[in-house]
């Protein structure tokens, strides 16, 4: 069992999404400004070791040397010179300088030789090494000599610790930390803040719904509202149109229920209040008596006929019903209404007829059963309601041969329906002016509304057959069309 969805502030989450790319983002931040600090630390020191390298190559001299021997490499700093590069309250200094054929000329021995495939003389290059187990900054140059080979150069290299590189980053990084950490609780509140503010209209929005009676189905007013909330309140007002609209559908059908109801309960009080007057003139007589008790049982009757269209009425447009659909036998159906209006077309003098397959499998499609049977009453009932005696009606099922759709048709030769007024007699409680038959108005109404619910078409036209083309002395008949789409499940049954 699933469990419910807890609900969610919408400024929380906003909140939420706003504030944690901000809190991931800080110790990013303070990463890459290590780097960079690290980076800006670098460069004064590096162009400071550069210029020491050269100012040491430029005390060196080159000895006059005898013909097939190496050039001897002389240095000769100042004392003072040599102090300075040994004193260093931040951290430790290290020179070096090797001869042409790699051998010690001053400084410290233990400094690392660079190992290069390929030298490059006369230029001052960089590096990271370690001496004495302690990591250090080494800015190296290869001093061409005169008379020599590429590979035989002096190498004049200057080594310091990383102490003053460090303490340097460190205060760089302390100058951009320490500001952020009183911006960022400053931007948390600012957000928050600005949040707060950007939701006040919906918040509006919100007392302005509550404060309305709940019969006020106006649409709401959408000047007030942001741009990013507007799709919403437009779909709101829709939706109070649609609602509004089915309350006055529902208001009217029961003003128009009661009203057809009025006119039978009215006849039973009258005959029953005419019964009871003669009873106390002393009328012992049944014979006298049997008017007013026939009109009794008709007026219950077509009361009892309104109250079954209604709840008819209420079953066809119930949509939860209407969803709980499964295969269905419309022949079996129809030929089961035929028979059950037999009696009623005996009574009436009208040949009632059934034309269509009347196998066992018949014409299959995807309804509700229930439903589906009223539509087939009520078109029925409508046809023999409206023939007169010796009249013919037919009901009759086609099965399209590109198995599009499942045609159903009730043909009848009653006085017919005028084409202006086609269209008006599928509304609730209709009835043509000029027409004299008991009814409630309500069969083609259930009708439209099964049709509606089943996705099918329905059509009004004159009577087309030949047989009631004979009988044109009752009118130009009337033929209504069904057409029920069929899905290609239901195709290939009725196919096999």
């Not at 900054?137 to 003053?164: F, H």
């Not at 209404?337 to 040949?351: G, Q, Y």
């Amino acid at each position: 069992m699933t469990q419910p969805s807890q609900q969610h502030s919408l400024f929380g989450e906003i909140l939420d999404w706003m504030l944690a790319p901000l809190l991931l983002l800080w110790p990013m931040s303070i990463f890459l400004t290590y780097l960079v600090a690290q980076g800006i630390a670098d460069k004064p020191y590096d162009r400071e070791l550069g210029v020491v390298v050269e100012a040491i190559a430029q005390q060196a001299s080159v000895a006059a040397a005898n013909a097939g021997e190496p050039s001897q490499v002389r240095l000769s700093l100042p004392g003072l010179a040599a102090e300075l590069l040994r004193a260093d309250s931040a951290g430790s200094v290290y020179f070096q300088v090797l001869g042409a054929r790699g051998e010690f000329v001053a400084g410290d021995a233990g400094l690392p030789v660079p190992d290069e495939p390929v030298r490059k003389l006369g230029e001052l290059n960089f590096r990271d090494e370690t001496m004495r187990d302690e990591p250090v900054r080494v800015a190296y140059l290869w001093v061409p000599l005169p008379g020599e080979t590429p590979d035989r150069a002096m190498l004049v290299q200057v080594a310091e610790t990383l102490e003053k590189r460090s303490r340097l980053a460190n205060e760089i990084i302390k100058g951009v930390i320490l500001p952020q950490f009183v911006i960022l609780p400053l931007a948390v509140v600012l957000v928050w803040f600005a949040l707060s503010r950007g939701i006040k209209p919906l918040s509006r929005l919100q007392q302005r719904i509550r404060k309305r009676e709940s019969t006020d189905l106006s649409p709401i007013d959408e000047r007030d509202v942001p741009d990013e909330v507007a799709p919403l309140v437009r779909s709101i007002n829709e939706l109070l149109g649609r609602l509004d609209q089915s309350i006055r559908t529902q208001k009217q059908f029961l003003a128009d229920a009661a009203h057809q109801l009025k006119t039978p309960l009215a006849g039973l009080r009258m005959q029953a209040e005419l019964a009871e007057r003669e009873i106390d003139a002393g009328a012992t007589d049944p014979a006298s008596l049997k008017p007013s008790l026939r009109q009794i049982a008709r007026s219950s009757q077509r009361a009892a006929h309104m109250v079954n269209q209604l709840l008819a009425m209420a079953r066809a447009e119930d949509r939860e019903q209407a969803l709980r659909k499964q295969p269905l036998n419309l022949a079996a159906i129809v030929m089961e209404t035929v028979r059950d209006f037999v009696p009623k077309a005996m009574e009436k003098r009208i040949d009632l007829g059934y034309e269509g397959p009347e196998d066992a499998a018949g014409v299959r499609l995807r309804g509700q059963p229930v439903l589906v049977r009223e539509m087939v009453r009520n078109l029925v009932d409508n046809a023999l309601q409206y023939t007169p005696a010796g009249g013919t009606v037919t009901a009759r099922v086609v099965a399209d041969p590109f198995g599009q759709v499942v045609v159903l048709q009730v043909e009848d030769n009653g006085p017919g329906i005028a084409e202006a007024e086609r269209e008006r007699v599928f509304q609730p409680f209709y009835r043509p002016a000029d027409t004299v038959i008991e009814g409630s108005g309500l069969g083609l109404a259930i009708v439209a509304e099964v049709a509606e619910q089943h996705g099918a078409e329905i059509s009004v036209a004159d009577a087309q057959t030949r047989a009631l083309a004979v009988a044109q002395r009752h009118g130009p008949g009337t033929l209504i069309t069904v057409r029920f789409p069929v899905r290609p499940d239901e195709r290939r049954s009725s196919a096999r």
